[in-house]
């Protein structure tokens, strides 16, 4: 795979995400064109550090163990106590206004060091290496940080965008089963919403894809970064067009809320969310009954889910007006007309959602299970 370089436009200055197999073997090279740093210090998790630690360590130039800050990256610990730890690590390793933190993970820890990036000394500079399907073709690019409180997903955060993305297909080959699959939720979403070409791409070769075929790797991630780096460079701060990135989101993060976030990784929550939302827009007229048809079809190849929680659907409802999306009470949608295309949505009657809420566990009942 050639070394891809993508350009993503920010208040803050533009930066790149740079995509290829090796890219982590050269960091040196792109490391230097961003300046010089009084100290390096990196955010991971045990488990990746334990997965590729020393490669990344030797990749990074990072030498002193004291400057390697790990963090639990289950999503039931993105929240503000894990923020106050790290930041207190940061002290302690002598980290000052002129240092770097580069968050090595997937998406939570993504998330969370780039919020602690974002409030440290008023800021630090940051740097993401995606080590996850959803990290590297999403949630490193564009900017957006934040914890959840038990309240709702990402309510505490900021907007505070990286000065480069390093993403390298190769560490994918390290990632679990169960996590490579659930990212490929954030890929189908990216084809849902903008890329009717890519969704039949994945009709055509998702067996390869879960496979890790190398080809089918360099052609989904650049694709997927693209699609963001457009998307975040013409809305940054979420005013409008950025509203689309949130398809099955709105479903997904009331479901990962009222499982307490034990349930569910989150591409699995979004894999359900889009189907809700695809139904969803079949119920008031938005989307086509073949295009459900194929949205559902699609991300049940991706592989077995966790199943659809067993809570009251006015439980779901009251998490859903928790959404960041949500205007003057009232819920609001990204649903698609037809795929390729979406859009956001608001004054949807209750007691459409209401339906869906009720019926999507028997509606794919047979999509395969998964023990969370």
Known sequence: MKTKRILVQSVAGPYLVVCG?????????????????????????????????????????????????????????????????????????????????????????????????????????????????????????????????????????????????????????????????????????????????????????????????????DYLIPRNVAIKARVVTQDERESGLREILNFGHTFAHALESVTHYKRYQHGEAVAWGMMAAALLGHEIGVTRADDVSRIVSLVRRMGPLPGWPRVPAGALLEAMRSDKKTRDGKLRFVLTPRIGKAASYDGIPLAAVERVVCFAPHFFCDSGQVNA
Not at 35 to 52: D, N, P
Not at 54 to 72: I, T, Y
């Open 21 to 217: 197999a090796g890219v982590l073997r050269h960091t040196t090279k792109e490391f230097a064109k961003l300046g010089r740093f009084s100290s390096v210090h990196v955010v991971s998790s045990a488990k990746v550090w334990r997965a590729i630690g020393k490669s990344a360590q030797r990749a990074l130039g990072v030498r002193n163990r004291g400057a390697v800050h790990l963090m639990n990256d289950r999503e039931a610990a993105k929240n503000l106590r894990t923020v106050e730890l790290l930041t207190r690590d940061l002290v302690k390793g002598g980290a000052d206004r002129k240092s770097l933190l580069i968050a090595v993970g997937g998406g939570v820890v993504g998330d969370v060091a780039g919020f602690v990036a974002a409030s440290y000394l008023r800021g630090v500079a940051l740097v993401h290496v995606p080590t996850t399907v959803v990290a590297q073709v999403d949630s490193s690019i564009g900017g957006k940080t934040g914890v959840n409180l038990p309240e709702g997903k990402n309510l505490v955060g900021a907007f505070y965008p990286p000065r480069l993305v390093l993403s390298d297909p190769e560490v994918l080959r390290t990632l679990p089963e169960r996590e490579f699959r659930g990212g490929l939720a954030e890929i189908i979403k990216h084809a849902v919403i903008a890329d009717a070409e890519m969704f039949a791409y994945l009709e055509k070769n998702m067996e390869k894809v879960k496979r890790r075929y190398r080809a089918a790797l």
